[in-house]
């Protein structure tokens, strides 16, 4: 019998992918067995011609994947890990250290990132902007609410120092 730990695991594992493979079909327009999960088409460009592959606009080429020169759009770079954004499920995809710390995060609400932080009040957890004066306008009367109501976050990294 599965544990409960690896059903959520399995289950946001298929939440993934199917988001993926969504995302990869809006690209291509159509999901087959020669584009891969991570949206790399396995046939040769030679093989549809370069008027094959311009309804998806510019392209990166990844020379011998499996002895196979293979394409995809540009827009599907970063798909891997979803360009280090991480989806809120649920309370158990969020950093409980640093909720109680309130670190800065990049935070997601309609598709528009902002600097902003998760906070513990009275019904629930929330999130907040950390400069209303910097907030898109697309956002600004949402900029403190639910976690729920945002898409993802992504830890903002310290810069390397200086080396010359």
């Known amino acids: 019998m599965e544990s409960n730990t690896t059903t959520k695991l399995t289950t946001l594992k298929d939440k993934t992918m199917e988001a993926k493979q ?20 396995t046939y040769a460009i030679d093989e549809v011609g370069e008027s094959g592959i311009e309804p998806f606009g510019d392209y990166e080429v990844q020379s011998e994947k499996d002895g196979v020169t293979v394409w995809r759009p540009l827009s599907l770079q970063g798909i891997e890990n979803n360009n280090g954004w991480i989806k809120i499920e649920n309370e158990a995809d969020l ?52 976690v729920e109501e945002l898409q993802g976050y992504q830890p903002i990294h310290k810069p390397k120092p200086l080396i010359y």
Not at 23 to 34: H, K, P, R, S
Not at 99 to 124: H, M, Q, R, S
Not at 133 to 143: A, V
């Open 95 to 146: 950093p409980k250290d640093a909720i109680e710390k309130e670190t800065d995060f990049w935070l997601c609400i309609n598709n528009v990132p902002f600097i902003g932080y998760f906070y513990i009040a009275i019904g629930g957890l929330k999130y907040c902007c950390r400069d209303f004066n910097s907030l898109p306008n697309e956002i600004k009367g949402i900029h403190i609410g639910k």
């Open 22 to 41: 969504k995302a990869i079909q809006e690209v291509y327009g159509f999901l087959n067995d020669m584009i891969d999960e991570n949206g790399w088409a």
